[in-house]
């Protein structure tokens, strides 16, 4: 049974980025892969050891300090479930959420960035398409995810995102899953081959 941590679902709401769970449970169903979506709302207690996969997606600016402060005290958990090859994905602005974990640092633009994305990456085969709109972006370009082709990388180049074993956060919006059936199938390959 894969279990699926879906954090914050009320407050992280914007630009329908719950559809990267949709495309997930979508997948899952088709294959019969047995699942279950949790959903960890704002008071409930993470339960990072019930977990295989954890997803972050975009909020209203106002929830991002409090949803920062709500998960710092399970820094060193979520760092070990990290280290430990569990899956994370953080899009749009959940980035900014996530760099307590002092794995990479993010920049506040005044500007919105804005832009219509597509990128390649090693991840998987053929172009990725998604958007863009946000004022964070990750800072270095140590362990990117995308190469973009069009859109805006980390610290205003063409290299986008932060990956760590199997940890994923990217500024890239979409819902980025449910537009790319191969970014997909990347995520369901690695949470069924972790459960067999």
């Known amino acids: 049974m894969i279990r699926i941590a879906h954090l914050y679902p009320e407050e992280l709401t914007l630009y329908g980025e719950s559809g ?33 996969f954890i997803y972050l997606g975009s909020g209203r600016p106002k929830f991002i300090d409090d949803i920062k402060k709500r998960l710092l005290p399970y820094k060193e958990e979520i760092l070990n479930y990290i280290e430990n090859g569990k899956i994370i994905l953080a899009t749009g602005n959940a980035i900014s959420i996530l760099d307590f974990l002092e794995l990479y640092d993010v920049n506040r633009y005044e500007n919105r960035i ?83």
């Open 20 to 52: 990267n769970i949709k495309a997930l449970t979508y997948t899952l169903d088709k294959e019969n892969i047995e699942y279950e979506v949790i959903r960890v709302d704002k008071d409930a207690k993470l339960e990072l050891d019930k977990y295989d």
């Open 114 to 196: 804005v832009y219509d994305v597509e990128a390649t990456t090693s991840l998987c085969k053929g172009y990725i398409k998604g958007f863009q709109n946000t004022e964070y972006l990750i800072k270095d370009t140590k362990s990117i995810i995308f190469n973009i082709e069009k859109g805006m990388g980390n610290d205003l180049l063409l290299m986008e995102g932060f990956k760590h074993k199997n940890f994923y956060a990217t500024s890239i919006i979409g819902p980025i899953l449910a537009r790319n059936d191969n970014l997909n199938n990347y995520f369901i390959d690695l949470l069924t081959n972790d459960h067999h």
